[in-house]
């Protein structure tokens, strides 16, 4: 019989493989994703857009403007980062991410 802590090992050595194959998937994706800076997030964003507060030490919040694609990052520094060509499931992935400034880090490092 299994105790509840070998569950848990199990469920997020699974949880580590699925983040493995997603990232994969999106590394190998043909669009080539473009950052641009920008002074604040606009305010005609589409009603179609998803916001979100982030705890996380140095993003403050991400909106992501699903018709276009687009994904607003807002540090806690007041920094704002427009990333073009983000797909739902890209952006569903960080959402739902145990730390959204890792997944976050880690497209931003894809783009460098």
Same mark, same amino acid.
């Given at each position: 019989?299994? &105790? @509840? #802590?070998?569950? =848990?090992? /199990? %469920?997020?050595?699974?949880?580590? !493989?699925?983040?493995k194959k997603v990232v994969k998937k999106m590394?190998? &994706? @043909? #669009?080539?994703? =473009?950052? /641009? %800076?920008?002074?604040?997030?606009? !305010?005609?964003?589409?009603?179609?857009s998803e916001t979100l507060n982030v705890?996380?030490?140095?993003?403050?919040?991400?909106?992501?403007?699903?018709?276009? !694609?687009n994904l607003f990052i807002e540090t806690k520094n007041g920094n704002v980062y427009m990333v073009m060509d983000v797909s739902p499931q890209r952006f569903t992935y960080i959402k739902n991410a145990e730390s959204v400034g890792s997944k976050i880090n880690k497209l931003f490092n894809s783009l460098s």
């Open positions: 019989m299994e &105790t @509840k #802590t070998n569950q =848990k090992q /199990k %469920k997020s050595t699974t949880m580590k !493989k699925s983040d590394a190998s &994706t @043909k #669009t080539k994703l =473009k950052m /641009k %800076k920008l002074s604040s997030i606009p !305010k005609n964003i589409s009603e179609s705890k996380s030490s140095w993003v403050n919040k991400i909106v992501y403007e699903q018709k276009k !694609k």
